[in-house]
Structures are given as C-alpha cells and as structure tokens.
C-alpha cells in the first residue's frame, strides 16, 4: 500500500525530504495516559505484548496523539529470548527478570533457534493488524534487539549497571558465548524477515548494552553478527542504534544498513565525519532536555536540528523517552522538529 507520510523513509535511503521526520524511541508506552488506561485493565505487560489487538491500538496511539512520523511495533527485544526457551517476567517498576538464566554448556545447548510463525507469531500477527489499521498513515517500524544485549539478558537473569556475569562468560567461555550469540542471530535474522513479511517498512536493531563491552570484545561479540544480520536484510532500511558504541563508528561506516542511531553522548559532527555522506543519523536529543520549560525544549530541539545540519536526518532523542516525561514537552520537540527543519 502507498504510505501517505513516507518522509522516513525517504529519509532514510537519502532522497530529498520538505522537512526532517520524527518519531521517539519508546514513544509507545507509559508517558501517555491512554497507554496506562489500556495496561491498568491487563494483568501485566505481557498480556499487551502478546495480545495482537491491544499491541496494535498502543502502537497507534502516539501517531494520534504526538503526530509522530513513525509508529514502532509494540513488543520488547525480550520476546526473542522467550522464543528461545528463556522466559521472562516484567516486575513493576523494576524491569525485566529472567528466572532461569543461561550458562553453562547444557544451558546454551537447551536454548532453541527459534522459529518465528510458531513462537513468535503474536508479534507478526500485532505487525499485520497494525497496518491494517494504519492504513498507509505513516510507515511502521520493526525492531529486534542486537545479539550481544539479548546475551547480556540471558546470562545476567535481569538488568544491572555492569553486567559483569555477561562479560565474564565471554572470558572464561569465549566459544562457548559464541554457540548462544550464534543461536540468537539465527533467530533474530528469521524473526526480523518474517516483520518484513509481515508489513515492517523499517527495521531497528537496539544494542542497548553496547556501551559497556571493550573495542575488542565488541567487534568480536557484537558487531559481527550486527553485520551479518544487516546483510541477511537487503529489502528494507535498517537502523542500528549501539547506545556507547562511539569506539567503533569507523567499523559502523561499514554496515550494509542506511540508518546510525546516535545516544546523546556522541558528537554528531565527529559521528558524521567518520560515518561518511552515505548514511542517514538518528537522533540524538538528550530525553532529559524534554524536563525543560517550553521555551528550553525549544531551544534545545533547535540546537540538535542545527547541529545535524537537515540532510540525511531523522529527529529522535538519544535514547527512549523517559515515563515521567510531560507528553505535552514531547509534543513541543515534535512540533519544533517540524516547523523549524522546513526547507
Ligand atoms: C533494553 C530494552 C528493553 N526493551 C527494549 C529495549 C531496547 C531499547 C532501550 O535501550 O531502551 C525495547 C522496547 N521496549 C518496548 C518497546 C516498544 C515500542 C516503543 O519504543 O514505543 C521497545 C522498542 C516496550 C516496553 N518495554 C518495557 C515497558 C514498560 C513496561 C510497562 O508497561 O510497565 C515498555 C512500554 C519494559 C522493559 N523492557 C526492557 C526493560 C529494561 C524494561 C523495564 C524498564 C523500562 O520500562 O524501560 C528491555
């Protein structure tokens, strides 16, 4: 179907734009109160998650409500893993804990690939009715997690500031962090192709935990299958945001993707340099700049817009909006974006 806003994706391959597209990571969820009507009536997150109808309406929701120029599919990289055979459960205000976590041989050798139609079928079911629904208001956005945090997830059991017990297997137990990082790609490519199937007209990859991994052990855990699974996607744009991962822009310059999602941290002049004119950026307001006055969230939209220069840009923060965030500052930046990049 024609998408009636296809500025992202435009901006994306590089083609001319009238105005730079915005859209927020994690736009879809608890800044907005139709979103905590719609969970207050559910039993947890999960429910939403894996309740194709519901996933769609809260996917739809920021497009109505914040006029964003993107939805993103209403799920979590934590579906993966559950595919996989290492389940989840989200403790309120506490996040994501895996009750059963993976490290030992045995363990890896538990952990399935994967098939996508039969374990992951209410994330493509969501995608399907999503763009029914939509029906080509603007392009709709798939996403996975990168192999090496869905790594981190697993063997850590849960969040953590350092993720040591993640980095220690990949020390003491290098082949091994291989065999799972190689099971997690494998479903990860079949699980972003059938999105694509499915009606995602972009995919994101999140290495949400990229920061915390030395060059080396980055290149040799991370990017490598980054790489390969931006290669086993050559139909559809692909975003990679690595939040940390300033150390191996070069290496990103690289990728078969379009899009570089850039954190708050990074300097997009020397991102840009070392990325080249052949890619789009992403990004990369700091979400707490959105804690300001009107007038600050102004200011600071405009700051990043002049930054980025207008070509080859898509608005978004450095990473995902913050849940006590006023939704009304969110639609300031929005508006900002959208008045102050016209060209
Ligand atoms: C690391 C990560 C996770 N999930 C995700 C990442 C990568 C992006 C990033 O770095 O922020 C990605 C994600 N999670 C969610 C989306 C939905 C789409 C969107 O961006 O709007 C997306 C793209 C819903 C969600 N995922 C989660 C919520 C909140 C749950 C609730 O409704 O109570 C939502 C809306 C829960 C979640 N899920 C995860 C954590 C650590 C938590 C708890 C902390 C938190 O809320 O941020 C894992």
């Not at 083609?15 to 559910?42: C, D, K, S």
């Not at 996933?55 to 996989?84: H, K, N, R, Y």
């Not at 991994?213 to 086993?232: G, N």
């Not at 559809?236 to 990728?255: C, E, H, I, M, R």
Request: include cysteine; hydrophobic fraction near 40%; aromatic fraction near 10%.
């Amino acid at each position: 179907m024609q998408l009636k806003n296809d500025l992202l994706l435009r901006a994306a391959l590089g083609q001319p734009t009238e105005r730079t597209p915005v859209w927020l990571m994690r736009q879809a969820g608890r800044i907005l109160p139709e979103y905590r009507a719609v969970r207050e009536r559910l039993s947890g997150f999960k429910e939403l998650v894996e309740t194709p109808e519901l996933a769609a309406e809260v996917t739809i929701q920021p497009v109505d409500l914040l006029d964003v120029d993107a939805a993103i599919i209403f799920s979590d990289i934590l579906v993966v893993p559950e595919a996989m055979g290492c389940t989840y459960e989200m403790i309120e205000k506490r996040g994501p804990i895996f009750p059963k976590t993976v490290k030992t041989a045995a363990d890896v050798d538990s952990m399935r690939v994967a098939n996508p139609h039969e374990h992951l079928n209410y994330v493509l079911e969501a995608i399907k009715v999503t763009k029914r629904e939509l029906n080509g208001r603007v392009p709709l956005i798939g996403f996975a997690g990168a192999p090496w945090t869905i790594f981190a997830y697993m063997v850590e059991g849960s969040g953590s500031k350092t993720f040591s017990q993640a980095r220690k297997m990949l020390y003491e137990a290098p082949e091994l962090s291989h065999t799972l990082l190689r099971k997690i790609t494998d479903t990860t490519i079949a699980y972003l192709q059938a999105q694509v199937e499915a009606g995602a007209d972009l995919i994101q990859i999140f290495d949400s935990w990229a920061g915390i991994l030395p060059p080396a052990h980055y290149k040799e855990f991370s990017y490598r299958y980054i790489s390969e699974i931006c290669k086993a996607l050559p139909n559809v744009p692909v975003t990679v945001f690595a939040k940390g991962a300033f150390f191996s822009l070069a290496d990103f310059a690289q990728l078969d993707c379009q899009v570089i999602g850039l954190d708050w941290n990074m300097n997009v002049q020397e991102t840009r340099q070392i990325i080249g004119g052949n890619k789009t950026l992403q990004g990369n307001l700091d979400p707490c700049a959105l804690y300001n006055d009107f007038a600050g969230v102004e200011r600071e939209t405009k700051k990043m817009l002049d930054a980025f220069g207008g070509d080859r840009h898509i608005a978004n923060l450095g990473h995902g909006v913050y849940p006590d965030t006023d939704p009304e500052k969110v639609k300031c930046f929005i508006q900002t974006v959208k008045e102050y990049s016209q060209r």
